[in-house]
């Protein structure tokens, strides 16, 4: 099975200090994403990766960016939190050739509160 | 773009009974693929069933099924024989297939209470 673990569960952090969030999978997937849920909204997507070192943006990147240095590990920052950055961030990884059996593989999500 | 529309924000379902839950989309695409994501408490989210657009015959996984409507863009989720374990906010989900990436299209997520 894919293993997709997010380093935190839980954070808490003020306003105006840089958070990573960091996100590991075990199956040398080529992809992976960062999403972000709200309620009444779903997930909406913040970044992307589709290999070491690229990037693509998604819907909602403004004030987040990414770093993708090796294949398993994926991260999201927030340069400067704000408390519209309050959520829940879900990371999630899939394979070129197996998107339609075995699309995204999901961690288990950080709720991020920003006081 | 694609959008998905979840209409219905919460539903209770008593043990044993069914519940449905709508989902519509909108698309230019004429093949496409849909998905029904569940989301326990755990928070961890599970495939929960798949559909190609170009299959006329709707999927089935066990308990659950849908009921796809391509001229209408409806892609709709029935959960038979409720069981507490349902207890879940479930996601509708897009995904063109001309994306090699996997992004998909997310709904708003309907939250289902299984009551005993």
């Known amino acids: 099975d894919v293993k997709v673990t997010q380093s935190s569960r839980y954070l808490v952090k003020r306003t105006g200090e840089k958070v990573f969030l960091e996100c590991v999978q075990d199956m040398d997937h080529e992809n992976m994403f960062w999403y972000r849920q709200d309620p009444g909204l779903g997930l909406r997507l913040i970044y992307f990766?589709?290999?070491?070192?690229?990037?693509e943006k998604g819907d909602i990147p403004e004030g987040y960016s990414v770093s993708r240095e090796k294949k398993e590990r994926f991260s999201l920052i927030l340069e400067s939190a704000s408390t519209n950055q309050t959520s829940m961030y879900l990371c999630a990884s899939s394979q070129p050739g197996q998107l339609w059996y075995s699309p995204l593989h999901f961690g288990n999500g950080t709720r991020l509160t920003v006081t | 773009a694609q959008t998905v529309t979840q209409s219905q924000p919460e539903m209770s379902v008593q043990e044993a009974e069914t519940v449905t839950l709508s989902c519509t989309y909108d698309?230019?695409?004429?093949?496409?693929?849909l998905f029904w994501y569940k989301q326990p408490p755990s928070r961890q989210m599970i495939l929960v069933i798949r559909q190609e657009a170009y299959k006329q015959q709707n999927a089935t996984e066990n308990r659950f099924s849908v009921n796809f409507q391509k001229a209408a863009k409806s892609f709709s989720l029935k959960i038979s024989d409720s069981q507490l374990g349902d207890t879940a906010m479930y996601f509708c989900?897009?995904?063109?297939?001309?994306?090699?990436?996997?992004?998909?299209?997310f709904g708003a997520g309907t939250q289902v209470v299984v009551t005993p």
């Open positions: 698309t230019s695409e004429n093949n496409y693929y």
């Open positions: 989900a897009f995904m063109t297939t001309t994306d090699s990436w996997g992004k998909l299209q």
């Open positions: 990766s589709y290999d070491v070192k690229m990037k």
